[in-house]
């Protein structure tokens, strides 16, 4: 579906994507698999779709297309973007779409709601943090074949595919992450105290048997009550109000 990048390092210095001579192959992401990553995305007619490296555009146009979402395609190779606009303008979906030029280290994907990938690690790697602290939470991050280091998905897969594709063998590894709401600290509220210990969507209340993290959605069971409730910035609100004491790094 599209390009793979590479990233590389010389000594302490970065190789940027726009400073590279060479053309890293492209390949293809085949339509079944491309649906299967919107679908397990949830994606909705209420998304922004950003499609990191878009290639041809296939996943922007197939959210706008059969998902009614809107979507951006970032690429760098000006051919490919071009040729992402002219299939816009075929499919006529070029009122839902756009596709820009650019280095998906630095392209703002702030906007997004799904942000769906197929990069090599190295480039996963870079764009992990980025993830972290500039996207919502609750925004859906859908790769396909790679994962990212020491963050655990939210869910995996593996889609078989159904006829010859270029470059693919006969099925593909999809991975899904939420990216969770920054909860680690003490809160207090409702006559408690409690501390969160947090490892991305992995966290453990104080004196819980048990705690989950969604995105923004937080609930736990301790000594026998059940909470469930929404983290909205420093609060978390729910049967009752709990205020965070300190802000802690994610």
Known sequence: MRR???LLALGASVVHADELDWRPPFITTPPEVVERMLEIAGTRADDLVID???GDGRIVLAA???????GLGIELDAALVAKSRENAQR???QDRVSFVQGDV?????????????????ALMVKLQRRFLDELAPGTRIVSH???MAGWAPDRSETVKVKARHPGQGDESRLHLWIVPADVRGVWRGGGME???????QSIDVEGASRASLSGRD?????GGVEFKGRVEGDRIIGPFVLERERKGAR
């Not at 769906?116 to 690690?121: D, F, M, N, S, W």
């Not at 409690?194 to 991305?200: A, D, H």
């Not at 937080?218 to 301790?222: P, V």
């Open 4 to 6: 793979l990048a590479l």
């Open 52 to 54: 990191l490296g878009s």
């Open 64 to 70: 706008a297309q059969k998902f009614g979402a809107r």
């Open 91 to 93: 499919m006529k979906l």
């Open 105 to 121: 280290l630095v392209a703002d994907i702030s906007r997004a709601s799904v942000v769906t990938v197929y990069l090599l690690p």
């Open 145 to 147: 074949a790679f994962t």
């Open 194 to 200: 409690l501390r969160i210990e947090q490892n991305f």
């Open 218 to 222: 937080i609930s736990w069971d301790r």
